[in-house]
Antibody, heavy 121, light 113 residues
Framework: QVQLVESGGGVVQPGRSLRLSCAAS????????MHWVRQAPGKGLEWVAVISFSGNTKSLADSVKGRFTISRDNSKNTLYLQMNSLRAEDTAMYYC??????????????WGQGTPVVVSS | DIVVTQSPDSLAVSLGERATINCKSSQSVFYSSNKKYYLAWYQQKPGQPPKLLIYWASTRESGVPDRFSGSGSGTDFSLTISSLQAEDVAVYYCHQYYSFPNTFGQGTRLEIK
């Protein structure tokens, strides 16, 4: 069955960087688009980033554009989110999400358990 | 950006009764080329990630009980639980995937009356 396991979260000071990883298993990772979605404590869901199956097409939310980068290594079945210049408002649970399509223009089919990121001095 | 608004923000329903949550998008999420509405619904229980319930506005995900149904057209959609069970207590979100940035409704908290 589909498994998505996020890692790399933690407590970080404002302005610093963090890289999240999502290890995928139970499906052919290289054929599906992937997303990152976050949820601030006690708040709703916010889409953060998307990448197509090949990695050739990417998009980021305006709130993270210029600071975050999404990438993938299909040889390692792993999705990444590089987060630079972190701000307090980036504090959230970050979920790795599998799209049902390679073009990553579908619904959010499978979700990982999430990794927490806390930005605080 | 497409704004998605849910109503109500919270809802209390008696066990066995019907619960309906509404979702309105600021513009159409209908793609005429495939005649599909790019609207999904998720259930989130405390301490858990969201779980997909409904996609294409009315297609139930495999394994989701048939008391859950989605409907709607144009810019107005709804999620209905036909007979509320105790395990349905959760926050429910609608999500438009018609365009990027994908956006969610603010969530509806469903409780037992």
């Amino acid at each position: 069955q589909v498994q998505l396991v996020e890692s790399g979260g933690g407590v970080v000071q404002p302005g610093r960087s963090l890289r999240l990883s999502c290890a995928a298993s139970g499906f052919t990772f290289s054929t599906y688009g992937m997303h990152w979605v976050r949820q601030a404590p006690g708040k709703g869901l916010e889409w953060v980033a998307v990448i197509s199956f090949s990695g050739n097409t990417k998009s980021l939310a305006d709130s993270v554009k210029g600071r975050f980068t999404i990438s993938r290594d299909n040889s390692k079945n792993t999705l990444y989110l590089q987060m630079n210049s972190l701000r307090a408002e980036d504090t959230a649970m970050y979920y790795c999400v599998k799209d049902p399509y390679g073009t990553a223009d579908g619904y959010f089919h499978h979700w990982g358990q999430g990794t927490p990121v806390v930005v605080s001095s | 950006d497409i704004v998605v608004t849910q109503s109500p923000d919270s809802l209390a329903v008696s066990l066995g009764e019907r619960a309906t949550i509404n979702c309105k998008s600021s513009q159409s999420v209908f793609y005429s080329s495939n005649k599909k509405y790019y609207l999904a619904w998720y259930q989130q229980k405390p301490g858990q990630p969201p779980k997909l319930l409904i996609y294409w506005a009315s297609t139930r995900e495999s394994g989701v009980p048939d008391r859950f149904s989605g409907s709607g057209s144009g810019t107005d959609f709804s999620l209905t639980i036909s007979s509320l069970q105790a395990e349905d207590v959760a926050v429910y979100y609608c999500h438009q995937y018609y365009s990027f940035p994908n956006t969610f409704g603010q969530g509806t908290r469903l409780e037992i009356k």
